[in-house]
């Protein structure tokens, strides 16, 4: 079958994609404006809420299998058929680059984040050509099988911060907090546990700073330090850096803690200051943020360890 010249042009704006779509440089500190990582088996569940965080948005990106997470919902245990949907959800390809344009741009949009200035006007540009490429791609691709019909036609190959944490909602029973659902065994968090989320903090922002990718890999998990290089690399590639100064938590609250075999999990709600600027690599100029202005943030972490051994932060979720 051979292929139309326009689905070049459509294969080079989908190599480039990635970079268009990238967080605006607002969102620029470490898990800013961002849902990544993984909560175990709790991965796909929203965490319990708290005082500080009410409400979590989803994780938009893990490593997690989506069948594991599905697996673990409640529920009475009968399953529901999937309908069977649009041409797109019934082709994997066409369907993860839609739900990635669509997640990263057009729904931003309408939830409020803006253009995010130039670059977010070229990204959202360039997410209406890929998704009027795609669907010319589909009736075209349509067109051929029902032309072809007598010869199979191959699918697509899918490609592959010091004291505010110790009064955490107001309670840290001398004992430890007990806490967490499911099947799942829920363990006990002590005060040492909460100053180490707080160091956490401010530790995690600091190496993301420096741009220091091997200091991030001792304090997160591999899939975590990997998306952290990622923004870094995307940073360097518009010639900027972000910069996170005088982190200062400001209020903290536990969400849920839980066992997995010989793993631990805890999820905390923190509200955090901090001075959060993009400048450009070439003069120092400041791009988007202020040096001198504090900002606050509020977002849910989640962090892991083995039994016995330091906590990693595992996922970030946006309040």
Excluded: C
Aim: proline share 6%; glycine share 14%.
């Amino acid at each position: 079958m051979k292929f139309p010249r326009w689905l070049t042009v459509l294969a080079a704006l989908i190599v480039l994609a990635p970079a268009a779509l990238a967080p605006s440089e607002a969102d620029a500190r470490a898990g800013g404006g961002t849902g990544s990582g993984s909560r175990g088996s709790r991965t796909n569940q929203a965490p319990p809420p708290t005082q500080t965080a009410p409400t979590a948005k989803p994780i938009e990106r893990s490593t997690t299998p989506q069948q594991q997470q599905q697996a673990q919902q409640p529920g009475s245990g009968l399953s529901t058929p999937a309908p069977a949907g649009s041409f797109f959800s019934r082709h994997p390809f066409l369907s993860g680059i839609m739900g990635g344009v669509l997640g990263a741009g057009l729904f931003g949009l309408l939830l409020g984040h803006g253009f995010g200035g130039m670059a977010g006007m070229l990204g959202l540009l360039l997410q209406i050509a890929l998704i009027g490429g795609l669907v010319f791609f589909g009736l075209w691709l349509y067109r051929a099988w029902t032309a072809n019909r007598a010869r199979p036609v191959a699918a697509p190959v899918p490609a592959y911060a010091g004291g505010p944490m110790a009064r955490l909602g107001g309670m840290l029973p001398g004992g430890g907090a007990s806490l967490g659902t499911g099947a799942t065994a829920p363990i006990a968090i002590v005060e040492s546990d909460y100053h180490a989320f707080e160091a956490r903090l401010g530790e995690i922002q600091a190496a993301y700073s420096a741009g220091d990718v091997g200091k991030l890999r001792g304090l997160a998990t591999a899939e975590m330090a990997g998306y952290f290089a990622e923004q870094l690399a995307a940073n360097a590639g518009r010639g900027v850096e972000n910069k996170v100064e005088a982190v200062k938590l400001e209020q903290g609250d536990l969400s849920e803690a839980w066992r997995e075999g010989n793993v631990e999990y805890a999820t905390v709600a923190m509200r955090f200051s901090l001075l959060d600027y993009t400048r450009r690599l070439a003069d120092g100029r400041i791009v988007e943020g202020n040096d001198r202005v504090r900002t606050e943030a509020t977002e849910i972490w989640t962090f892991v360890r083995d039994r016995g051994a330091p906590w990693l932060l595992s996922a970030i979720q946006q309040a």
